[in-house]
């Protein structure tokens, strides 16, 4: 079983910077780890569908939305089974529940496994 957990929300204001990280453990059924999967970020706003923010594949390959391309920074940290994404120039736009994925392959182009949501914040 493949757990995620993220961290590192909060509350800020307009313009500042802030790092969601997210610790995965387990393996699948199939024993995947960390290293083989792609790892995704997205973020529901209130009142909105859940929408894609980021994504980092197993060989560092990086996609971003076009809403925080060039503000949003994803990467990855296989010794420690972590992601992250640094978030600067923030915006009051950006607030929303922050969800961290993993793609394991066991469902392909699926992102199988959920994280429980970071609030983050921005006040204008």
């Known amino acids: 079983q493949v757990q995620l957990a993220e961290s590192g929300g909060g509350l800020v204001q307009a313009g500042d910077s802030l790092r969601l990280s997210c610790a995965v453990s387990?393996?699948?059924?199939?024993?995947?780890?960390?290293?083989?999967?792609?790892m995704g970020w997205f973020r529901q706003a209130p009142g909105k569908e859940r929408e894609y923010v980021a994504a980092i594949s197993w060989i560092n390959g990086t996609d971003y939305a076009d809403s925080v391309k060039g503000r949003f920074t994803i990467s990855r940290d296989n010794a420690k089974n972590t992601v992250h994404v640094y978030m600067d120039s923030l915006k009051p736009e950006d607030t929303a529940v922050y969800y961290c994925a993993a793609s394991t392959g066991e469902r392909v182009g699926e992102y199988d496994y959920w994280g429980q949501g970071t609030q983050v914040t921005v006040s204008s």
């Open positions: 387990g393996r699948t059924a199939s024993g995947r780890t960390f290293s083989t999967y792609t």
